[in-house]
């Protein structure tokens, strides 16, 4: 039996277009893109989009689940049905959990977990030095015959320049991507927020933009002397764009990222020590806020993340420095990345883009596409169905969401992954 989406509105991020139309599913993959007059067999399972917007599943590059460790901030069974309810129809996830995942066995075990609990695809990323200490780099080829997509420490930083630089070469040699986190990590040690006034009448320990400005042009020198695959997880300030764009017009194989809450909120939002909105890299001001929404749309900034990071309510219930940092962002990836649409910031097929080809594509993964021959992970949303953020309804374990009580807009209706319906709204 095939199955038919009709009646869509169909968002193809690689051409960077939307048109109305059908597609055709069979096998788990899309079998034909047609428009709407197209015929339809009798035998066929039909599935009237009534003119909404039908998209490639959202690529979520750098999700933490805290299996194995900490399972009661999240699990992959919990994070599996957030990302389906969300649209995320493949997580990728990162490797700063209680082990470290720096070995194939625990590698290993984390893909059987993955593949017997979550109903989204579940690409891991390994760790790139040993426990994230940045002395001793990690068996990457063999983390990646056991199936890691990607090298990263995660928001530590690697300090030793020469180590580093030894990580780099042996990744260049192997085709491996490293995702490194760009910050000068003394200055940001201890920062809880963004330098500058509010912090100042906030008491509150901070650091400079130029922080993050710092570890880009250390990282990108590395990666003119190495030659290896990088990404940043992160760029959130004005100030980092120049390097990045020097970066890629000089033909250095460099990418760069952004999490959703940098793209949506700014460094008022803490407010009254709201520790939801505690963050690392903490929270912009409003000029570098919208800096970087113009460098995703310029496609300067190549991808659009959740950067979901579970934290329980022990962690936040505490004075803002002492709180953890991180939000959940599976479910709320998507309306929240629809207000930039809706703002006429950033056009719709420009944010599919950032959410789902770029992510698929740097990384070498078959989704993030509407064309044929690709996994029919898709997902069926209505952009503008209005409601308000209850975090209580939320499917993450950890509900640490700082979009909490907000007005927001975009609801996704159903949800695929390889032509089966994973998720249909109530």
Same mark, same amino acid.
């Given at each position: 039996m095939t199955l038919h989406f009709i009646n869509a509105q169909l968002i193809d991020p690689e051409a960077g277009t939307v048109t109305r139309g059908t597609i055709r599913v069979e096998d788990g993959k899309i079998a034909a893109v047609l428009d709407d007059t197209a015929p339809i067999p009798g035998d066929a399972q039909v599935v009237d989009c009534r003119g909404k917007y039908l998209a490639p599943g959202i690529v979520d590059l750098g999700v933490k689940v805290c299996e194995p460790g900490e399972r009661h901030k999240e699990s992959f069974r919990s994070a599996g049905l957030a990302a389906a309810a969300g649209g995320v129809t493949t997580m990728v996830t990162r490797p700063d959990t209680d082990p470290t995942i720096d070995s194939p066995e625990v590698l290993e075990f984390v893909t059987r977990r993955a593949n017997e609990a979550a109903p989204v695809n579940v690409v891991p990323m390994a760790a790139l030095t040993k426990g994230r200490e940045g002395r001793e780099m990690t068996e990457i080829g063999f983390l990646m015959d056991a199936g890691a997509v990607g090298f990263t420490d995660c928001d530590r930083v690697v300090t030793d320049t020469k180590v580093f630089s030894r990580a780099l070469t042996y990744a260049r040699s192997l085709g491996a991507l490293v995702i490194a986190h760009p910050q000068e990590p003394i200055l940001s040690k201890g920062a809880a927020v963004t330098s500058g006034k509010f912090a100042s009448l906030r008491g509150l320990p901070a650091v400079s933009p130029m922080a993050e400005r710092m570890g880009l042009d250390r990282d990108i020198a590395l990666i003119e002397m190495t030659g290896a695959r990088y990404h940043a997880d992160q760029i959130t300030t004005a100030r980092a764009l120049p390097a990045l764009e020097r970066a890629k017009k000089n033909g250095l194989d460099i990418?760069?990222? &952004?999490?959703?809450?940098?793209?949506? @909120?700014?460094?008022? $939002?803490?407010?009254?020590?709201? %520790?939801?909105?505690? @963050?690392?890299? /903490? @929270? *912009? $001001?409003?000029?570098?806020?919208?800096?970087?929404?113009?460098? &995703?749309?310029?496609?300067?900034?190549?991808?659009?993340?959740?950067?979901? %990071? /579970?934290?329980?309510?022990?962690?936040? *219930? @505490?004075?803002?420095?002492?709180?953890?940092?991180?939000? &959940?962002?599976?479910?709320?990836?998507? /309306?929240?990345?629809?207000?930039?649409?809706?703002?006429?910031?950033?056009d719709i097929a420009t944010l599919w883009r950032a959410l789902s080809f770029n992510p698929a594509k740097r990384l070498g993964l078959p989704g993030g596409r509407m064309s044929v021959g690709a996994p029919a992970d898709l997902v069926l949303f209505d952009d503008g169905a209005p409601f308000v953020m209850n975090r209580e309804v939320l499917r993450s374990k950890s509900r640490n969401t700082p979009f909490d009580g907000m007005r927001m807009q975009g609801k996704v209706l159903e949800t695929y992954v390889s032509g089966t319906c994973i998720y249909k709204a109530s």
């Open positions: 990418t760069a990222g &952004v999490g959703i809450h940098h793209l949506t @909120l700014n460094a008022l $939002d803490v407010a009254d020590y709201r %520790t939801f909105f505690k @963050l690392k890299p /903490p @929270l *912009r $001001d409003e000029e570098d806020r919208i800096a970087v929404i113009e460098a &995703v749309a310029s496609g300067l900034i190549d991808i659009i993340c959740s950067m979901h %990071t /579970p934290q329980d309510e022990e962690s936040k *219930r @505490l004075p803002f420095e002492e709180a953890a940092s991180g939000a &959940v962002a599976l479910e709320t990836l998507l /309306p929240a990345a629809l207000r930039l649409v809706h703002s006429e910031m950033i």
